[in-house]
Every structure is written in C-alpha cells, then in structure tokens.
C-alpha cells in the first residue's frame, strides 16, 4: 500500500550528527538482513526519520546513495502507515539493501518495528 502525499510530509528528516549520535548511543536498536533500525522517542510532537549507509557497505558514493535511495522509498511506504508517531526513526543500510526486492525491505521494516514495539499496532 502506497502513503498518501499528506502522510508523507509528516515525516521530517534528521540531519543534525548529533541527533544520530544520541539516538544511536541511547535509543533502540533492531537488525534485520535488509537493514537495521534504531528507535527513540522524542518530544518535538514529530516523526522524524534519517538515513545512513556506511562505507563498510561499498567504497562506492554512487552504491550508497542508491541504497539510501531504497531505504527513502522503503520509510516513506512504511513509517507514515505503520510507525508510532513522536519518535525518531533511523535506518542503516546493510549489504542487502543493495539487492534485496522492495517488498522484502518493506517486510524487514515492519517486523523491526513489531519487535521494538514501535509499531502502531502494538500501541
């Protein structure tokens, strides 16, 4: 199921090195193949989401950004429809996010989410 243009703009994106540090040293972390999430809440009221790929990946700028690329539209499918508002959402791309179909990667982000228990079902 595709998110509507209004679900998407209620996603921010996190840019700020330290907002990752923080979420990365006192948030949540779960990894699946295709990627790994790590979770905090916040108290902005907002979700925000950030993205990152690590050079562990590929030396490659062009394969990261691809991978960055799928881990945009894979949030953007998911977080609006099934994540918990007022929390920080990071992913990290792995190998297989790279080769891995965009439903599975989809797949990958619901189950990080049921297993964190950040998602809205389990609110």
Excluded at 5 to 18: D, P, S, V, W, Y
Excluded at 28 to 41: E, N, R, T
Excluded at 43 to 70: H, Q
């Amino acid at each position: 199921m595709q998110a509507s243009k209004a679900q998407l703009k209620t996603l921010t994106r996190i840019k700020n090195r330290g907002d990752f540090l923080k979420i990365q040293s006192k948030g949540q972390k779960w990894v699946s193949h295709g990627l790994i999430l790590q979770i905090m809440p916040n108290d902005l009221g907002l979700t925000r989401v950030g993205f990152t790929v690590s050079k562990k990946v590929s030396n490659l700028a062009v394969k990261r950004n691809r991978v960055k690329r799928r881990l945009r539209a894979v949030a953007a499918d998911i977080l609006p429809l099934h994540a918990k508002p007022s929390c920080d959402y990071i992913l990290v791309g792995r190998a297989l996010s790279a080769t891995r179909p965009h439903e599975t990667l989809c797949d990958d982000l619901k189950w990080c989410l049921r297993k964190t228990g950040y998602d809205k079902e389990g609110a």
